[in-house]
Nanobody, 121 residues
Framework: QVQLVESGGGLVQPGGSLRLSCAAS????????MGWYRQAPGKQRELVASIISGGSTNYADSVKGRFTISRDNAKNTVYLQMNSLKPEDTAVYYCNGRIIHLLTRDVRTYWGQGTQVTVSS
């Protein structure tokens, strides 16, 4: 059993900041890639940022320079620091992880349940 649990969403004014966290737990041997996606109403889910175990990162053009992804490998946790938030950042944010199962050694992608981020005055 593997679970990803997000936290840190909420309502913030334009220009404000939020920090999202996502903790993976359960039968985990290792996590290759962790990432954040978002889905706004009526739109497809899109990649926001990702980070591999070695620390290399990738960002959507729309968030470069404003968002920072990081991870704590010892805690199996990924973070998303979001600054200079805009109304168009409003969405449900999901984390995911490419995880190797401790017992079966299967590799699959797991998703969290999502956390709402609303940017509005």
């Amino acid at each position: 059993q593997v679970q990803l649990v997000e936290s840190g969403g909420g309502l913030v004014q334009p220009g404000g900041s939020l920090r999202l966290s996502c903790a993976a737990s359960g039968s985990i041997l290792s996590i290759n890639v962790m990432g954040w996606y978002r889905q706004a109403p009526g739109k497809q889910r899109e990649l926001v940022a990702s980070i591999i175990s070695g620390g290399s990162t990738n960002y959507a053009d729309s968030v470069k320079g404003r968002f920072t992804i990081s991870r704590d490998n010892a805690k199996n946790t990924v973070y998303l620091q979001m600054n200079s938030l805009k109304p168009e950042d409003t969405a449900v944010y999901y984390c995911n992880g490419r995880i190797i199962h401790l017992l079966t050694r299967d590799v699959r992608t797991y998703w969290g349940q999502g956390t709402q981020v609303t940017v509005s005055s």
